[in-house]
Nanobody, 119 residues
Framework: QVQLVESGGGLVQAGGSLRLSCAASGRTFSMNRMGWFRQVPGKEREFVASITWIGGSTAYADSVKGRFTISRDTTKNTVDLQMNSLKPEDTAVYSC????????????WGQGTQVTVSS
């Protein structure tokens, strides 16, 4: 299994920046693709960004392209999400997830961290 712990959430004004971090432990050698998702109460969970552990290939939701950047540090087993030009509609609980090499989609999830953007 892979354990994931997020940090870095908080309250920020519109136009500001936040950096989220996800620390992975356990069977980290099995990590294939790492992703960030977000969810607002009463709505479906939404894909934000992902990155391949080997190679660092990235993908972004259209709503965050050009504002958010995902990165990983394979020596520290961390995945970060730099969020710039934040908007009130970015307010959500952000969760880190792992899609392992064994397949099955995103099987491991962190507990989430709250991001609130005030207008």
């Amino acid at each position: 299994q892979v354990q994931l712990v997020e940090s870095g959430g908080g309250l920020v004004q519109a136009g500001g920046s936040l950096r989220l971090s996800c620390a992975a432990s356990g069977r980290t050698f099995s990590m294939n693709r790492m992703g960030w998702f977000r969810q607002v109460p009463g709505k479906e969970r939404e894909f934000v960004a992902s990155i391949t552990w080997i190679g660092g290939s990235t993908a972004y939701a259209d709503s965050v392209k050009g504002r958010f950047t995902i990165s990983r540090d394979t020596t520290k087993n961390t995945v970060d999400l730099q969020m710039n030009s934040l908007k009130p509609e970015d307010t959500a609980v952000y969760s880190c997830a792992c899609n392992p090499t064994t397949g099955g989609g995103y099987r491991y999830w962190g507990q989430g961290t709250q991001v609130t953007v005030s207008s």
